[in-house]
């Protein structure tokens, strides 16, 4: 996490938080990351929450931000029984709750789920205060297809479960975005082409916004071969392209046009049923023509 100075007056901001559990997203590398909502929520809340205590007195300080005589709770998979206890407590005396990822946004392979559904539950106001994300911030530099997407999470250390984890993801019409070891993604990457091919795209995500960030694009065969081996170091995150689309049938597409023109133009409604089925925009747009809408 580099540092930086803080960001304008968010960082002295008044105590006038409103009462309930507030997510803010932290950064995943720079320190300027930052949102000045999510600086104003640290400055101003009644308590503060986060999966890692020192990550978050490090993160205010380097903006500015006094904790004073508020709580800072250390809340994580190891302590929910009791952690949750106390921020519920103060949940219900209408205090103002932050809770902090280590990294990024929280509930995104992070224990805050857990709080968030007991607030729900309880029926208080949860909120949440939008920023950095490992997941968003890969699709982005990708180059790959970014209208549907999955993040299926941390991919399995055993190869036995992993081959089955991959397995089950194979077929998915979506881009997959997945974190993955240091430590294992040159196997990762061998089993992904054992179970999704070695011509389906893919990027290799190293230490995305950190000094060293890397990000390696190609077929998956050929960044298996380049990572098997390779001594690699960082967080990473896997991207890979959705499984290849199946040839429609004629009256499928056909039905999809007449659906899609009754609110868009021919242009618009073939540029979509093509995107959809994975056909070339020509052919569809030359269909729409004799659908009746010329």
């Known amino acids: 996490m580099t540092s930086g100075k803080a960001l304008g007056a968010s960082a002295n901001a008044p105590r006038n938080i409103p009462p309930g559990l507030h997510f803010i997203a932290t950064p995943i590398g720079s320190a300027r990351d930052i949102t000045l909502r999510a600086l104003d929520l640290l400055a101003g809340a009644d308590v503060l929450a986060a999966e890692d205590t020192r990550s978050l007195r490090h993160l205010m300080e380097i903006h500015g931000i006094s904790l004073q005589k508020r709580p800072l709770v250390a809340y994580h ?20 709750v932050v809770y902090a990822s280590e990294a990024g946004t929280p509930l995104i392979s992070d224990p805050g789920f857990g709080l968030a559904r007991a607030a729900i539950a309880a029926g208080h106001p949860v909120l949440s205060a ?6 968003l911030c890969a699709l982005t530099v990708s180059g790959l297809p970014s209208d549907r997407f999955l993040f299926a999470g941390f991919v399995p250390s055993t190869r036995s479960a992993r081959l089955t984890f991959l397995e089950e993801l194979a077929g998915i019409g979506a881009t997959l975005i997945l974190y993955d070891s240091p430590k ?6 061998t089993d992904l082409v054992q179970t999704f091919g070695a011509d389906r795209r893919a990027a290799v995500c190293r230490e995305l916004t950190k000094r060293f960030e890397e990000v390696v694009r190609g077929r998956l065969g050929d960044l298996a071969e380049r990572f098997a081996g390779a001594d690699v170091k960082g967080e990473i995150v896997l991207v890979i392209d959705r499984a290849g689309d199946t ?23 073939a540029a979509m049923v093509a995107e959809a089925f994975g056909l070339p925009r020509r052919d569809v747009y030359q269909l729409a023509l004799t659908r009746g809408r010329g």
């Open 77 to 96: 998979e190891h302590n929910e029984a009791q952690a949750l206890p106390r921020l519920m407590k103060a949940l219900e005396d209408g205090l103002s």
């Open 247 to 269: 040839r429609a049938e004629a009256e499928t597409v056909e039905a999809a046009l007449d659906r899609a023109m009754e609110n868009l133009s021919v242009k618009d409604a």
């Open 130 to 135: 939008p920023g950095p994300s490992a997941v």
């Open 184 to 189: 294992r993604v040159g196997e990762t990457l």
